[in-house]
């Protein structure tokens, strides 16, 4: 398989609940996305896919959801304060676990039709949580 990569570089900031440990405070991170789309054979023009068209989806995507925004699991108590404070946060389904927001970017690019095979989420340079998927063999 051909193999393409965009990187896209964020601030959030999150706490994750049912975690003991420095993540279960509130705190920041500056996160790296590396996002890898696929493809069994190339376009007419040699590629996976135009590098700028990945970039471009990827970049709105992070700068809207997540971008120098809180990030929290909607039960968390935290919730209804910021929110009577009229603080803006966003709130998740999930705990903003790496794991989890690398799953979000992929399951929102795949379903733009971008044939991405993995996102990788660097939540520092060292802790890196990976989700990835098979591309769809038989396309609807
Ligand atoms: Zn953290």
């Known amino acids: ?17 049912d975690y003991v440990g420095k ?8 996160g790296k996305v ?25 970049q709105a995507f ?3 959801r997540f971008d120098h925004r809180l990030l929290l699991r909607a039960d968390d108590p935290l919730v209804p304060v910021l929110t009577a404070e009229g ?10 676990s790496a794991e989890n927001l690398a799953r979000l970017i992929f399951e ?3 379903g733009l039709g971008f044939p991405i ?9 060292t802790s890196v949580a990976v ?6 063999t038989a396309r609807p």
Not at 117 to 125: I, W
Request: net charge negative; hydrophobic share 45%.
């Open 117 to 125: 095979v993995a996102v990788r989420f660097y939540e520092t340079e």
């Open 34 to 58: 590396e996002i890898v789309a696929g493809g069994e054979t190339l376009d007419h023009r040699g590629f996976v896919m135009d590098f700028s068209d990945l970039q471009a989806a990827a």
């Open 87 to 96: 603080e803006a946060f966003v709130a998740l389904d999930v705990n903003p």
């Open 108 to 110: 929102h690019l795949r």
């Open 131 to 136: 989700y990835a998927r098979p591309l769809e």
């Open 1 to 17: 398989m051909f193999q393409v990569s965009e990187i896209v570089h964020f601030c959030y900031g999150h706490r994750l609940l």
């Open 23 to 30: 993540c279960a405070r509130v705190h920041g991170h500056n």
């Open 62 to 64: 992070i700068d809207e």
